[in-house]
């Protein structure tokens, strides 16, 4: 009998790029998973696996970290990652708090599918050309060419508006607001990143449809305002919210608004989020229209927006340190790890005792509202109990000892500073939440005291060029012209430092005296830009 798997049919994927250019080699960490035997067998340079420092090969211990932790493993295609259930976790914090409250709005998830056709691809030409270099296309069956390839979607403006065509009739069927949370595929060419940049991401994306501009414009600053809560109150990121030039905008937009982190130790801004107005543009393009309460044809007004897992990415990057990751309390699956720590003068007694007393505590927190979780390995000392906690980033560490035994207390270990204090029994369900969201409060005001570090302002190319070499984010009078900001990236590159670009225009300007010249070109500024190298 023949064997089933070969007689299906096979899909083969093949990329277009509009360009050939050569495939970055992806770099995988040098270090190998430490071995679990003990705490002697743990590396010595940070007693956690890492074979380098934050500070000193930031790449390096990005790409070790990340897998260390066991939040990604490497897959067999370049660009591609396996989200473990670490991380994948956190996605599902970010997921279940941003999609309750989309749906307070009035948004509705639904599921397109994952191919395009070509014809489909191309009917917004201005669109299609700012991913034409990243699309994967689809172009036999079996052995069997295709008679026309079908792309893998890099987005789904192409994929949703045909039928929103069909849908939209009348001002009755407006506003039109549906999301869906999906993966796409953009076949990068430059260096693949774990959650920062791969050929597969998970995001969600919405599309939604409206009668007037105004209400599209309210929407786009609600849910850049949600996406910056993402950010700020669940992963204790601090980002600005601004605008995208003309240059940066999502291709085929009328604006594009975003939220903007900043990376201190490479020096390089990253794109958090962005929520763009989409104008009448698409709506002409696939024929959204609608009769008007004056019984009058018009055309939608529409818009588009969408976060990714790369904001695992910015988190584990902010917060990291030598000994691992460090993640937020509201967003980390663990918020607190009992760790019982018997010894071998302890009778079997009172050994119970501890681990009863251990059980005891889990419960109580439980009850409580904290995720918490007890380490009972007994083939493990506590120290590597200590380190294998830390390098995944739990936020609390409860420890309970012979000495704590007898003094009805345990020793609370935070990851974040590695501040201890003993705390009664009684005392737990109520101090616990209350150091949890202590330090989700700390952990982004000391971000944002290292964001702000790296703002300066400049009003000439010189002040401009000292700051980028500071590796800071540059806040400078640009007279909001396109060749100014090819200019700018042009001239800023250096041997050792990509170029400049302009990461936003903020939401927040600073004054703008009258007569002030744009830094590059001289000419009367029409704002403050945000620029900076970037990710």
Not at 307 to 314: A, L, Y
Not at 383 to 392: P, V
Not at 407 to 418: E, F, L
Request: charged share 30%; proline share 5%; hydrophobic share 35%.
């Amino acid at each position: 009998m023949a064997d089933p798997a070969a007689q299906m049919e096979q899909l083969t994927v093949n990329v277009k790029p509009q360009k050939e250019k050569k495939e970055k080699k992806e770099k995988k960490p040098k270090a190998e998973k430490p071995q679990q035997g003990g705490g002697k067998e743990i590396k010595k340079e940070t007693k956690l696996g890492l074979a380098v420092k934050k500070g000193d090969d930031f790449g390096e211990w990005y790409s070790q970290v990340v897998v260390e932790s066991e939040m990604i493993s490497y897959y067999d295609v370049s660009g591609c990652y396996i989200l473990r259930p670490w991380s994948f976790a956190i996605w599902d914090e970010i997921k279940n708090w941003f999609d309750a409250e989309i749906k307070k709005l009035g948004v509705q998830n639904a599921y397109f599918p994952l191919f395009i056709t070509e014809d489909v691809l191309m009917t917004e030409k201005e669109h299609v050309e700012g991913f034409a270099p990243e699309v994967a296309w689809v172009t036999k069956s079996g052995g069997s060419e295709l008679e026309k390839p079908i792309a893998i979607r890099p987005t789904s403006e192409t994929v949703m508006y045909p039928y929103y065509a069909q849908w939209v009739r009348s001002h009755r069927d407006l506003p039109l607001r549906l999301n869906q949370w999906t993966n796409v595929v953009r076949w990068e060419f430059k260096h693949p990143t774990p959650f920062i940049r791969s050929r597969e991401f998970l995001w969600q994306e919405g599309h939604t449809v409206f009668a007037t501009k105004e209400e599209a414009d309210a929407e786009v600053y609600t849910i850049l305002d949600l996406y910056r809560r993402i950010y700020e109150d669940l992963l204790a990121v601090p980002v600005i919210k601004g605008v995208k030039s003309e240059k940066e905008k999502f291709a085929g937009a009328l604006y594009t608004t975003t939220v903007e982190a900043f990376i201190p130790e490479t020096g390089r801004g990253i794109q958090g989020a962005t929520s763009h107005c989409l104008g009448q543009n698409f709506s002409k393009m696939f024929g959204i229209e609608f009769e008007t309460e004056g019984k009058e044809r018009a055309h939608a007004w529409q818009n588009s927006w969408g976060s990714t897992t790369r904001s695992i990415g910015v988190m584990v990057m902010t917060h990291g340190d030598d000994k691992g990751v460090v993640i937020p309390p509201r967003v980390c699956q663990i918020q607190v790890v009992i760790v019982p720590i018997p010894n071998s003068k302890l009778g079997k007694e009172a050994t119970d005792a501890m681990m009863a007393k251990a059980d005891e505590i889990e419960q109580q927190l439980k009850a409580a509202g904290v995720r918490v979780t007890s380490d009972r390995r007994d083939n493990y000392t506590p120290g590597w109990k200590y380190n294998f906690w830390e390098l995944r980033g739990v936020p609390l560490r409860v420890e309970l000892g012979p000495k704590d035994m007898d003094g009805s207390c345990v020793m609370v270990v935070r990851r974040d500073t590695g501040a201890k204090q003993s705390l009664g029994w009684a005392e737990l369900e109520q101090r616990v939440p209350e150091i949890l969201q202590q330090m989700q409060v700390e952990m982004l005001a000391r971000a944002r005291q290292a964001f702000e570090a790296c703002i300066e302002k400049a009003l000439n190319w010189e002040d401009f060029m000292a700051a980028l070499e500071r590796k800071h984010m540059v806040l400078a009078p640009w007279c909001d012209e396109e060749e100014a900001e090819d200019a700018v990236k042009k001239n800023s590159a250096t041997k050792d430092a990509m170029g400049a670009k302009t990461l936003c225009i903020p939401l927040e300007q600073p004054e703008l005296p009258e007569g002030t010249k744009c830094f590059v070109t001289g000419k009367p500024a029409k704002n403050w830009a945000l620029w900076g190298r970037s990710y």
